[in-house]
């Protein structure tokens, strides 16, 4: 979460730390602008529904003032920690402190 500390402005201290926490947790849970809170929905679907998106989904995004190349970019984040992550779960690669075990 350091890298997306270093990107929240207008919080610190407790209050940046209780955020993150509601980010990694739930985050319909913090406080998001609606493009945020739309780009989240759309890489949960594209996450755990990803035969389910339509261009409706893409609409979305156009319509919270995303351009085209940065929903391009968003999606190639979102694809690339899906597959990086399918990865380390199918070799069972070291997680990094405070990530919660693999099942047993």
């Known amino acids: ?3 997306l500390r270093a990107e929240v402005d207008g919080k610190s201290g407790a ?3 209780d955020w993150l ?3 990694a947790s739930d985050w ?3 406080e998001l602008a609606p493009a945020e ?3 989240c929905a759309f890489a949960e679907k594209l996450t755990r529904t990803p035969g389910a998106m339509t261009a409706g989904d893409l609409e979305l995004l156009r319509a919270h003032g ?3 190349s940065a929903v391009h970019d968003a999606i190639q984040v979102i694809a690339y920690f899906n597959y990086i992550n399918r990865v380390a779960d199918a070799v069972h690669v070291d997680l990094e402190p405070g990530m919660p075990p693999y099942p047993a």
Do not use: H, P, Q, Y
């Open 66 to 68: 995303l351009e085209d």
């Open 28 to 30: 319909r849970t913090a």
């Open 1 to 3: 979460m350091a890298d």
């Open 37 to 39: 809170r739309a780009l």
């Open 15 to 17: 209050e940046l730390e």
């Open 21 to 23: 926490a509601r980010v």
